[in-house]
């Protein structure tokens, strides 16, 4: 384990504490159906064993200083959130700091930030994302759903500055996406701030893509099923007389 990782090692006893704090944050804000991690990714989607398997090994190897980056890539419903919060327990239990994110919901919360009476502060969320150097700051930021939001050019400037700074202190990001770096790129090709978010991207980090399960996206699967027991549940059935 690197000297960062480990707590017997911070200034202070009170900086370890503070540490500790935002890790139990971090995890106590995971969501229920991502609680298991890896073991509950394996479960659900045998499919993924492969790539739980490279992540297990890569959340091994982690250090908080390096282009070491990830980009997972694949079609909706394939697990890729799930596999993003299963490296976060895996690296909050070693007791790296991990600041995750929906890609929508950063937008959003920066935005609501420029209110003067919003409860968020702009330069805490951006210098936490960012890995700047002060007390807290996350070893690891995970982008969840890359693409999904809607961006002005003002919130790709945001997040890309995010991104640059992490990338000069060479401190590593995990992104998720429906789409690879080069379809993306393909369906932002005239505009500059997507192509400059692309390739910081693309220099930070290695991209994987998720496989798809041999059946359809299990969610859609089951909304549909839902629907149809409804619709069941309501139908009217009405008898004919028997002569």
Not at 15 to 30: G, P, S, V, Y
Request: net charge negative.
């Amino acid at each position: 384990m690197s000297e960062i990782a480990d707590l017997s090692n911070w200034e202070d006893d009170t900086n370890a504490l503070h540490q500790r704090q935002i890790i139990e944050k971090a995890i106590a804000k995971t969501s229920s159906r991502y609680r298991r991690g890896f073991g509950g990714i394996r479960e659900s989607m045998p499919h993924l064993g492969a790539t739980c398997a490279a992540l297990e090994q890569w959340c091994a190897e982690f250090e908080p200083k390096g282009d070491c980056g990830l980009y997972l890539h694949g079609a909706t419903g394939t697990g890729k959130t799930g596999l993003a919060q299963a490296v976060k327990l895996a690296l909050c239990e070693r007791n790296y700091v991990v600041d995750s994110w929906n890609s929508a919901k950063l937008m959003d919360t920066i935005r609501d930030s420029y209110n003067p009476n919003s409860e968020h502060n702009r330069q805490e969320i951006m210098r936490f994302a960012s890995g700047d150097d002060y007390r807290g700051a996350a070893h690891l930021f995970i982008l969840d759903d890359l693409g999904t939001e809607r961006s002005s050019e003002h919130d790709l400037d945001v997040l890309y500055l995010i991104l640059n700074l992490r990338y000069d202190e060479m401190r590593p990001v995990l992104v998720t996406s429906n789409h690879s770096l080069k379809s993306l790129l393909a369906a932002h090709v005239d505009d500059l701030a997507w192509q400059r978010l692309i390739s910081r991207l693309a220099e930070m980090c290695e991209e994987i893509g998720v496989p798809a399960a041999a059946r359809p996206d299990q969610r859609l699967t089951a909304r549909r099923r839902r629907g149809k027991e409804a619709e069941d549940a309501h139908r009217v059935t009405v008898p004919t007389d028997e002569f």
